[in-house]
């Protein structure tokens, strides 16, 4: 079992950048794919990113692709989302997930979630 917590949410400008942070719990962080999702009020939790157990593959939505980047580090069990050029439609609790399979972007495949941590972008 692995637990998750996020951390590095806020409020920002928009042209801003955040780093979130997911800290894992275990010793067997390296065997989980890790993704980050995000929810907007009154909408369906979507796929932000995510990568692969070793970290050389990654995956991006297409909203978030050139400024969002993912990356993690197996010593210190936590997984990133460094996000750049913030705009209000980033706005939303975005959440790190784990996954025993491949990095896919359904939802319904990660075993594992936090609690999440609130960004907003300010225009």
């Known amino acids: 079992q692995v637990q998750l917590v996020e951390s590095g949410g806020g409020l920002v400008q928009a042209g801003g950048s955040l780093r979130l942070s997911c800290a894992a719990s275990?010793?067997?962080?390296?065997?989980?794919?890790m993704g980050w999702f995000r929810q907007a009020p009154g909408k369906e939790r979507e796929f932000v990113a995510s990568i692969s157990q070793s970290g050389g593959n990654t995956y991006y939505s297409s909203s978030v692709n050139g400024r969002f980047t993912i990356s993690r580090d197996n010593a210190k069990n936590t997984v990133y989302l460094q996000m750049n050029s913030l705009k209000p439609e980033d706005t939303a609790v975005y959440y790190c997930?784990?996954?025993?399979?491949?990095?896919?972007?359904?939802?319904?495949?990660?075993?594992?979630w936090g609690q999440g941590t609130q960004v907003t972008v300010s225009s």
């Open positions: 997930a784990a996954a025993s399979g491949p990095p896919v972007d359904r939802v319904r495949t990660y075993a594992y």
């Open positions: 275990g010793r067997t962080f390296s065997r989980y794919a």
